[in-house]
């Protein structure tokens, strides 16, 4: 069985920058890869297939096609395979419908999520429905990452997603910290995740490389192999890749979260 | 990439994927059916099944269920049915909302841990076909053991061949289709008594879908009684879809109930055409044996599913067919059926029932007669 892990945090924490710099370096590390893009944005593979954008399972859908594996499996750095489930126009639809209905379509005519080593779900920050937990729900997911900053607003969205987990009895197995150069934001983090009862799995310090080359549509750890950046990012592949016990996180109350980010 | 060929919209109200799915758990001999949705979902099918002896009971989902969730009522029904029925077999079917919101049914099974076997079907109304809603039933049944890879394999066959059906010249042939009581019975009943009279050669087939077979089967018993009144019972071929040795269990029990009456009334069939589920296919059967038998009789007299028999071999003769649906009446008369006489309502009254039911038609035959 592959791992499958989802990586959630707050909206524009970094979550698909993580996703797929994490994606590339465990491919770089000989792992089969696979990525399934859950926003309805449709951004998680981009940085994986050169900028370009595959088309999604729910835009197929909506047209009607006869879809087959290879309209929506697309092999991306180093034989990634790149899945993107999109979803309706803001505010028409049911997005959380879309996600229900993609994963069982694409369990259906693929091994993709099957026939792998490590399956990312690239999850929206807000689960704002049943849908988006759909992939935790059917028992596609196994392990579970939060991604913060040092900064409260990040935290306390982190703080929220571990309520989420204990609610549905789901292991947290490592807090990431993607900094935003915040003071003392390592120690803060650090902190954070022994009080849940997790762990820091990694500190990536803020770098403009990382915009910069998912600009041109690379990961860092295609574009600028040989940073310090990539670096870290290959720590946290293998850490990630490393057998690792999870807990079910103990969510903090607001009032030491708030004491937390004083530290 | 191929694009599918884009189906037809079609706007006349079809059955639901739901009420199927819920058939088929009768049919599946399950004791109580939990409906996990709001509590008007399938209220007129879901009444009518527990005439079958099946109990179906709701989550009673509301607004506030369809925002935070119904995990936590489903848990407390499954309970209460556990408590209040003590079934040996529990369904649990989804509906249109508890769908879309991402219920999970089975982790209200998997908190309650029942002892007796829970057949889960996540099912909505959105299909185009409504056979959708018993192969998921039956897939779910298949994962619990319930029934055979072989018996779902043929399900499954069976349930393409009826989708086909209904695209062909049934319910889901046309964009819009106009419901219609039919020709008057009387002046149908006549004309069939007319050829009787005149020593015309008829077929008498039934080919109904499962217990819909209680009532068509009086049309085609006061059929074989009203010519052996008038002396002209040699002149008819009698065939039926009432195997008893295939099929589900409720479906093999009202094959040979249906069979014993009809022989214990003095009907004899000639040709056994297939079960009480293939009525899709049994009609293929019928029309193998009609070509080698029977190619130049004069008239048939076809009950149930007439849809559902190629017309190849049937188009020389005068057609009488008796359906139960409205909308099948177009059809019928399109395919070259002469007399389309519908039993309406009929449906309900053939649920909860073991034996055979007088049909309208049936009566106004067997009255006529009287003074033939």
Known sequence: MPKQIAIYGKGGIGKSSTASNVAAACADEGHRVTIIGCDPKSDSSITLLRGRRIPTIMDLMRQGEDIKEEDIVFSGYKGVKCVEIGGP????????????????????ISKAIEDTDLVIYDVPGDI?????????????VNEAYVLTSGEYMPLYAANNICKGLSRLEMTLNGVICNSRGAPNEENIVSEFAKEIGSRLLAFIPKDVLVQTCEREGYSVIEKASDSAIAGVYRKLARSIMARSEGKIPMPLDDKRLRELTRI | MPVKEKEPLIMHPRPSSIVAALYTLRDLDTDVVILHGPPGCCFKHARLLEEDGMRVVTTSLDESGFVFGGHDSLVEVLEKVIKRFNPKRIGIVGTCASMIIGEELHEA?????????????????????NTKGVIIALESALASGIISEAEFER???????????????????????????GDLKFKVAG????????????????NAKKETAFMFADINLAVAETAEKLGCGPNIINMANLDDNVGLPKNRRNAREIKDELKQRGM???????GLDEYPVAGNTASRIISENYPDYDFAVITGVPHALPIDNIKNMELFSITNGPRQVVPLKDMGHKH???????????LGVNHIVESEFGATLREMAKDA
């Open chain 1, 89 to 108: 126009e803001p505010g028409i639809g049911c997005a959380g419908r879309g996600i229900i209905v993609a994963i069982s379509l694409l369990k259906k």
């Open chain 2, 155 to 181: 399900q499954k066959g069976l349930l393409k061949e009826a989708t086909m059906v209904e695209k062909r010249h049934g319910a889901a042939s046309k964009e819009y289709l106009e419901p219609n009581r």
């Open chain 1, 128 to 140: 704002v429905c049943g849908g988006f937990v759909a992939p935790v729900k059917k028992g596609l």
């Open chain 2, 109 to 129: 099974v998997t908190e309650v841990q029942p002892d007796v076997p829970v057949i889960e079907v996540e099912v909505h109304a959105g299909y185009r076909d």
């Open chain 2, 191 to 206: 004309r069939l008594l007319e050829l009787l009279k005149q020593g015309k050669k008829g077929l008498n087939i039934l």
């Open chain 2, 340 to 350: 389309v006489v519908v039993e309406i309502d009929l449906h309900p009254k053939t």
């Open chain 2, 268 to 274: 004899e069939l000639h040709h056994i055409i297939g």
